[in-house]
T-cell receptor
Framework: RKEVEQDPGPFNVPEGATVAFNCTYSNSASQSFFWYRQDCRKEPKLLMSVYSSGNEDGRFTAQLNRASQYISLLIRDSKLSDSATYLCVVSGGTSYGKLTFGQGTILTVHP | EAGVTQSPTHLIKTRGQQATLRCSPISGHTSVYWYQQALGLGLQFLLWYDEGEERNRGNFPPRFSGRQFPNYSSELNVNALELEDSALYLC????????????FGEGSRLTVL
């Protein structure tokens, strides 16, 4: 079983749509959680951290369910510029210092 | 402020050769991470250096090695290159370790022929 699993997609949605990505992780001792974004042929960049209480940043909402070892990202009112690969990232647990990346979910927003 | 810089941008080698990739972290960052991103695969953790010491390494053979210099820059060495080593090698730095944000460089694309 992969340490971090994501649905690779691709998700093809029209502008203005709401889209949700899910991610599961296998190490129950994991401590920190993030969503990164990677544009085509570019480096990954932090989109947002994920906190147990859930957190929102504009059109983006991230949630964490430690009991189910599940992380989600919700994007509302999708823009063309949201087209990218979204990476679920988990750190901590038994392997300190290692950030484990999911394979990524591809999102394409079309006009 | 300069971001994470990596060199070379592209590198072509043949099987059995050695490759050396370099990374300069953001000024003030003491942690440097190396990741491999092969085509169709996610980012695979290679190495983590902090304050000049190797703190953790991923599930890669010993022919993948590196070091961190006193100025916190880092070098990744890959010996006895194999075709499957062809990938984008990403370096990242951080100020707060894994509890904080990783800032990635644009990567070095290694092609092994």
């Amino acid at each position: 079983r992969k340490e971090v699993e994501q649905d690779p997609g691709p998700f093809n949605v029209p502008e203005g749509a709401t889209v949700a990505f899910n991610c599961t992780y296998s190490n129950s001792a994991s401590q920190s959680f993030f969503w990164y974004r990677q544009d085509c042929r570019k480096e990954p960049k932090l989109l947002m951290s994920v906190y147990s209480s859930g957190n929102e940043d504009g059109r983006f909402t991230a949630q964490l369910n430690r009991a189910s070892q599940y992380i989600s990202l919700l994007i509302r009112d999708s823009k063309l510029s949201d087209s990218a690969t979204y990476l679920c990232v988990v750190s901590g647990g038994t392997s300190y210092g290692k950030l484990t990346f999911g394979q990524g979910t591809i999102l394409t927003v079309h006009p | 402020e300069a971001g994470v810089t990596q060199s070379p941008t592209h590198l072509i080698k043949t099987r059995g050769q050695q490759a050396t990739l370099r990374c300069s972290p953001i000024s003030g960052h003491t942690s440097v991470y190396w990741y491999q991103q092969a085509l169709g695969l996610g980012l695979q953790f290679l190495l983590w250096y902090d304050e000049g010491e190797e703190r953790n390494r991923g599930n890669f053979p010993p022919r993948f090695s590196g070091r961190q210099f006193p100025n916190y820059s880092s070098e990744l060495n890959v010996n006895a290159l194999e075709l499957e080593d062809s990938a984008l090698y990403l370096c990242a730095s951080s100020l707060l370790g894994v509890t904080g944000e990783l800032f990635f460089g644009e990567g070095s694309r290694l092609t092994v022929l």
